[in-house]
């Protein structure tokens, strides 16, 4: 069965970082393209970023390209996001899913090809 847990979120102030990590089990990571996504009360889940699974090619929103950035050790099966100068506005669950569709050098921004999700993780950053 594959699970993919994710730690790391919190209460943070603006400026802050924060890394959230992604671990996955059940499945080879190495296999899978990875993503990032968030969603807050009222809205449809968005996309962060993501990680192929062929080369480790990245994408970001708009709205975090330069501040965020992911990587992958498929040694050890986990997939983390690396956010520096958070805004409120970043205040979400995150949550990270994996996908063996799509394009394998570029990961895919739909939500609908990511195959397996984990639970969420909150992020909260004050003003």
């Known amino acids: 069965q594959v699970h993919l847990v994710e730690a790391g979120g919190g209460l943070v102030q603006t400026g802050d970082s924060l890394r959230l990590s992604c671990a996955a089990s059940?499945?080879?990571?190495?296999?899978?393209?990875g993503g990032w996504f968030r969603q807050v009360p009222g809205k449809e889940r968005e996309f962060v970023g993501g990680?192929?699974?062929?080369?480790?090619?990245?994408q970001y929103a708009d709205s975090v390209k330069g501040r965020f950035t992911i990587s992958r050790d498929n040694a050890k099966n986990t997939m983390f996001l690396q956010m520096n100068s958070l805004k409120p506005e970043d205040t979400a669950v995150y949550y990270c899913a994996a996908s063996s569709q799509g394009n394998p050098y570029n990961p895919s921004s739909a939500a609908t090809l990511y195959d397996y999700w984990g639970q969420g993780t909150q992020v909260t950053v004050s003003s």
């Open positions: 059940g499945l080879i990571f190495s296999r899978y393209s």
């Open positions: 990680i192929s699974r062929n080369l480790g090619n990245s």
